[in-house]
């Protein structure tokens, strides 16, 4: 059985280093000659587990736009056994969500133009950008439904050309977990 020690303290200074849509980078302070035992859950089903003495570690081959929890637990190794904390330190992340496809920027309107993608699976909603000519790309509209799949932007100017680019988000409690950036697709006001 795991024999537990009382003089070990907790992992401390846990943290979500990186977050893509398969992988996910923790790391927390490391404590010199303890090691670290890593239990990864999804729900209430253990995904992987992984012995560490550094202080990083990254779960490749995850799901896109899934919230998972790691349980870190501090031992130390001796006489061939290890001696484990009394206590654990949890956290709560998620997989970003795949990058979107943009499937159409058009005219709507006399002053509009209307973009629409494809459905991000997992996403919570998606954050849309806009460019004018070769200026820098500004966020125009957050969208907070994973279901909408498109956007009406008014105010556009004629002769003016936009450029159109989005990208889905996984929420976890108040934070908000961003994929990669979709193609981007102008077109210009006649």
């Known amino acids: 059985g795991n024999t537990t020690t ?40 253990k995904v992987s587990q992984k012995n560490t003495g550094n202080s990083a570690y990254t779960f490749k081959k995850l799901k896109p736009a899934t919230i998972y929890t790691l349980k870190v637990t501090p031992y130390l190794e001796a006489n061939g056994r290890n001696l484990y904390a009394s206590g654990d330190t949890a956290i709560k992340s998620a997989t970003a969500p795949e990058k979107p496809k943009l499937v159409s920027v058009k005219k709507t309107g006399k002053a509009k133009g209307k973009a629409a993608w494809k459905k991000v699976a997992g996403a919570d909603g998606y954050e849309v950008s806009m460019r004018v000519g070769k200026g820098s790309y500004k966020t125009v509209k957050e969208i907070s439904k994973g279901n909408k799949i498109t956007f009406t932007k008014s105010g556009l ?19 908000k977990v961003f994929g990669n950036y979709s193609n981007a697709i102008s077109f210009k006001l006649k």
């Not at 846990?14 to 000659?33: C, I, M």
């Not at 936009?162 to 934070?175: E, L, M, P, Q, W």
């Open 6 to 45: 009382t003089m070990l303290k907790k992992a401390t200074g846990l943290k979500v280093r990186t977050a893509s849509a398969t992988s996910l980078k923790f790391t927390w302070k490391k404590v010199q000659g303890v090691k670290y035992q890593l239990t990864l859950y999804k729900g209430a089903a």
């Open 157 to 175: 100017k004629k002769g003016k050309s936009y450029s159109f680019r989005i990208r889905a988000y996984k929420k976890v409690g108040t934070k």
